[in-house]
């Protein structure tokens, strides 16, 4: 944790709540981002991202500052993301999740040119992150996504070290095999 | 190493998570083995493409106005007041309980197995523990036979005599009681401020109550 980010913790834990902006502003995008590819819809990304902001404001207290700052942050993100899927999963089915994800993306209005192709891109990468498993697909993202090292992203998963090198590299031969599989294109390198 | 060794570590070598001495071995192996080296150029690609996909996309954001409503909500909550980070055992605070539980209960074990095997004070088979002060039997009557065997028993602990009952025969009825020759132990005891001496006839019935303080002074006397 650097020096400004433990000062405005400071301030927010004296009283001064309006430090708390300042100090999850370099999270903004990747809290969303994070939380997109975790769920697959924006509906609930944007759940979780905004329940994280809310319980890492609320619970401020218990962060240890020898931490990172980010992997405190991250965490809380993945115990949001997994308590939305286990709600989900117990849920009804509806349609209402991915008209809610053409919805989000098409709320900045007009797709033009390069966004349309970041927009593919982007369901591309989204395509290959439905091989994993919920928990590769966490493991995946904390460390080859976010590039957290291997004993931050197991303290951001709450789990050990080991499990998360079995899980990355489960997660990484899913990976070459999806993208072979399904964007063969992609893959001029691979085969 | 063989190459099936190999393989099951090129995962994470692609991504530089195996320790440099290990990934050294690998290296070497694959300078001589192609099939493995190909295998570890796959690997790698797939990963730098899966990357370059995420670097080249854009991350969804909120709006300007949904960050200030949000940060809005998030800051008219409260900070959790109660201090649950403990200077040692963090935040946790079932941890000390547990461990304070820990250390107490197999303290307290060892404790009762020590007092009922060393400390405790063996009581005897038969009668009380020698701890408590048997009340003396009232006293025979007097009679010049056992009048000098009294004299020369020793006299029962002034501090058991709550209520020392003399009983003499009638000539010898006013005769008082002896007195005590430790009124030191029984200012000590602190619980007799007052002693009286019964003296009875038994040819009469004729019952004298003297009432001494602790000092043995007279205080009074009753029927």
Partial sequence: ?191 | MNCRRIRRSILLLAGNDLPERKACRLRDHMEQCEICRNEFRRYTAALNKVKELADRETPPEWTDTEWRALMARTISARVEKRPLVSPVFGNRPLVPLIRGLAVAVPAVVIGLVLWNTVLKPKSSPVGPSPAYVQRPEPTPPITPSTQQNQNEEKEPDVRTLEKPVLVARAPTAERPAPRPKEPAAAQKEGSQDVVSVTLVSQDTGLKVVWFLDKNFDWKGEGK
Wanted: with cysteine.
């Fill in chain 1, 1 to 191: 944790m650097n020096e400004h980010e433990k000062e405005l913790v400071e301030m927010v834990l004296a009283g001064k709540t309006e430090a708390f902006e300042p100090l999850i502003l370099p999270y903004r995008a990747s809290l969303l981002n994070l939380a997109f590819r975790m769920t697959g819809n924006m509906e609930d990304a944007n759940e979780a991202a905004q329940e994280t902001l809310m319980r890492a404001f609320k619970y401020l207290r218990r962060y240890e500052p020898e931490r990172s700052f980010r992997n405190w942050i991250y965490g809380i993100l993945i115990n949001e993301a997994r308590k939305l899927r286990a709600d989900r999963a117990n849920a009804p089915l509806s349609l209402e999740t991915e008209a809610g994800t053409e919805r989000a993306l098409d709320a900045n209005g007009p797709v033009p040119g390069d966004a349309y192709a970041a927009r593919e891109t982007r369901s591309q990468l989204m395509e290959c992150l439905t091989a994993l498993t919920a928990r590769e697909k966490e493991i995946f993202l904390m460390r080859d996504i976010e590039e957290l090292s291997i004993a931050e992203a197991a303290k951001a998963l709450g789990t050990s070290s080991i499990s998360v090198r079995v899980n990355l590299s489960r997660a990484r031969k899913k990976i070459k095999d999806a993208i072979l599989a399904r964007y063969p294109h992609l893959a001029e390198d691979i085969r």
